[in-house]
């Protein structure tokens, strides 16, 4: 298939939302400010931006100039800059990327399901009584999956839609309405009574807290948060025109990123803080905690919790799809030009396996005994191999490929746009890519392995 035929993004605002979609998800809404809150406030913040500025963005614009070079799906990408071998890292983000689809997809489906119970006012009662709904709802053997079945349709319908015409308008569409529920809900939140202990935790600087440890918390988000990795960025990127600013453009990205996990801070601790209950983390916070502060936090004006409740959910939904279609369109790339099936078909096939995948996690909830590897649930053995052990390999070995292996001036003219543009900071970049980002990335590994 030559590039003219390619489908690309037709306009500079689409390559910046579609990206952000794809990295705006749920680790943003429930991962970042919990480990703000743990790791120090303020200081996690400074640490965090210093590791998306020095670490994220760079590795983010190795993917661009990678799959913007060859145009290409993401296994075709590093096979043709770089033959076989490479080929393989190329292969591995493609698969990690299919495999996190699936549980990515079951979480996102209770997404959607938390819109509809609060919808019906099902979100209520005691604290206990809501645990023990989301207890139930997650065991239950076939009513996740009819949520994950609707949250896979509205990806097939996006994600067949085509570049241009499903993805890009998608998320034109949907990004400002996630802003703007964002917005609306941080201000509910700050407006309670006692919201300022809320904020005071999640921005005061608190330098006790500092170590080792937060550094690469800090580091692990950050490339989780910005969807490196897992061939999403490269993918989007072979369809970015010849002309877009890839360093600018990862720096939009990774603000809007930012922004929107210390504004996600900003909903959830003031609330939290105002009715006296220390937010946890993992799935029970936002499925657990946070109906439950909504109720009291808003008891006095049950009509404002009742719509608040409603628009965080719907928030969070919008989050996970945009980042779902990213993932899917990893994978239907792939299939739509290796197998040399049409667009739609691929993506039938993909959003089909994913969903095996995805119901296989679902039931290994509790719907059916018996279905774990390693002593951990399937859903768990799924988090844990495509996110700590796939993903800082394929990182580090982008890193390695587009520093040390590509020669230096094909990456500066992607860089540079073939020189239109100055690239004054290309040798802070490629300084970054070859040595800093590496090392930082083999280090989190060694860590999440205990090894260090
Ligand atoms: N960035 C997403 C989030 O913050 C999660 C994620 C990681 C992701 N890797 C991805 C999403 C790849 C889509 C594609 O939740």
Same mark, same amino acid.
């Given at each position: 298939?030559n590039?003219?035929?390619?489908?690309?993004?037709?306009?500079?605002?689409?390559?910046?939302l579609?990206?952000?979609?794809?990295?705006v998800?749920?680790?943003?809404?429930?991962?970042?400010?919990?480990?703000?809150?743990?790791n120090?406030?303020?200081?996690?913040?400074?640490?965090?931006i210093?590791?998306?500025l020095?670490l994220?963005?760079?590795?983010?614009?190795?993917?661009?100039?990678?799959?913007?070079?060859?145009?290409?799906?993401?296994?075709r990408?590093?096979?043709?800059?770089?033959?076989?071998?490479?080929?393989?890292?190329?292969?591995?983000?493609?698969?990690t990327?299919?495999l996190?689809t699936g549980?990515?997809?079951v979480v996102s489906?209770?997404?959607?399901?938390y819109?509809?119970?609060?919808?019906?006012?099902?979100?209520?009662?005691?604290?206990?009584?809501?645990?023990?709904?989301?207890?139930?709802?997650?065991?239950?053997?076939?009513?996740?999956?009819?949520?994950?079945?609707?949250?896979?349709?509205l990806?097939?319908v996006?994600?067949a839609?085509?570049?241009r015409r499903g993805?890009?308008?998608?998320?034109?569409?949907?990004?400002?309405?996630?802003f703007?529920?964002?917005?609306i809900?941080?201000v509910?939140?700050c407006?309670?009574?006692?919201?300022?202990?809320?904020?005071?935790f999640?921005?005061?600087?608190?330098f006790?807290?500092?170590?080792r440890g937060?550094?690469l918390?800090? &580091?692990?988000?950050? #490339?989780? !948060? %910005? /969807? @490196?990795?897992?061939?999403c960025?490269c993918?989007y990127?072979?369809?970015?025109s010849?002309?877009?600013?890839?360093?600018?453009s990862?720096?939009?990205?990774?603000?809007?990123?930012?922004?929107?996990?210390?504004?996600?801070?900003?909903?959830?601790?003031?609330?939290?803080?105002?009715?006296?209950?220390?937010?946890d983390?993992?799935?029970?916070?936002?499925?657990?905690?946070?109906?439950?502060?909504f109720?009291?936090?808003f008891?006095?004006?049950?009509?404002?919790?009742?719509?608040?409740?409603?628009m965080?959910?719907?928030l969070?939904?919008?989050?996970?799809?945009?980042?779902?279609?990213?993932?899917?369109?990893?994978s239907?790339?792939?299939?739509h030009?290796?197998?040399?099936?049409?667009?739609?078909?691929?993506?039938?096939?993909?959003i089909?396996a994913?969903? &095996?995948?995805?119901? #296989?996690? !679902? %039931? /290994? @909830?509790?719907?059916?005994?018996?279905?774990?590897?390693?002593?951990?649930s399937?859903?768990?053995?799924?988090?844990?191999?495509?996110?700590?052990?796939?993903?800082p390999?394929?990182?580090?070995?982008?890193c390695?490929?587009?520093?040390?292996?590509?020669?230096?001036?094909?990456?500066?003219d992607?860089?540079?746009?073939?020189?239109?543009?100055?690239?004054?900071y290309?040798?802070?970049?490629?300084?970054?890519?070859?040595?800093?980002?590496?090392?930082?990335?083999?280090?989190?590994?060694?860590?999440?392995?205990?090894?260090?």
């Open positions: 298939m590039s003219q035929e390619r489908a690309s993004f037709g306009s500079k605002l689409g390559i910046v579609a990206t952000a979609g794809s990295a998800g749920l680790g943003n809404v429930w991962r970042f400010p919990y480990m703000t809150g743990e120090g406030g303020a200081v996690f913040i400074a640490i965090y210093g590791c998306v020095l994220g963005i760079p590795c983010m614009v190795s993917e661009f100039i990678i799959g913007r070079h060859s145009q290409s799906n993401t296994a990408a590093y096979r043709k800059m770089g033959g076989t071998g490479w080929g393989l890292v190329g292969y591995m983000s493609v698969l990327g299919f996190i549980y990515y997809a489906g209770w997404c959607l399901q819109v509809w119970a609060s919808m019906c006012g099902e979100l209520s009662g005691d604290s206990a009584a809501i645990a023990d709904y989301f207890q139930t709802f997650s065991t239950h053997p076939w009513r996740p999956l009819l949520w994950l079945a609707a949250i896979m349709l990806t097939f996006v994600v839609g085509g570049v993805i890009e308008r998608a998320s034109k569409l949907l990004m400002p309405i996630l703007l529920l964002l917005l809900i941080v509910a939140s407006l309670l009574p006692g919201a300022g202990a809320g904020v005071e999640l921005l005061k600087p608190d006790g807290h500092l170590s937060v550094f918390s800090a &580091l692990g988000q950050s #490339f989780y !948060s %910005l /969807s @490196l990795a897992m061939g960025v993918t990127a072979s369809y970015f010849r002309d877009t600013d890839l360093g600018k990862a720096i939009q990205i990774g603000i809007i990123d930012s922004l929107v996990a210390i504004m996600a801070g900003l909903m959830i601790f003031p609330a939290a803080f105002s009715v006296g209950v220390n937010p983390s993992g799935p029970s916070l936002i499925f657990i905690t946070l109906p439950n502060v109720q009291q936090a008891h006095a004006m049950p009509a404002v919790g009742y719509v608040v409740a409603i965080f959910y719907g969070l939904s919008l989050a996970a799809l945009t980042s779902l279609i990213s993932l899917v369109e990893v239907t790339a792939f299939c030009e290796e197998l040399h099936i049409t667009r739609s078909r691929a993506t039938l096939l993909v089909s994913a969903s &095996l995948i995805g119901v #296989f996690c !679902s %039931l /290994s @909830l509790g719907g059916v005994d018996g279905l774990s590897i390693w002593g951990k399937l859903f768990d053995a799924f988090d844990f191999v495509t996110g700590q052990v796939f993903l390999i394929a990182g580090f070995l982008t390695i490929f587009i520093g040390w292996s590509v020669p230096s001036n094909i990456v500066r992607e860089f540079t746009n073939g020189g239109k543009l100055r690239g004054t290309f040798a802070t970049y490629l300084f970054l890519v070859r040595y800093v980002c590496p090392i930082c990335i083999l280090l989190i590994f060694l860590n999440q392995l205990n090894v260090i």
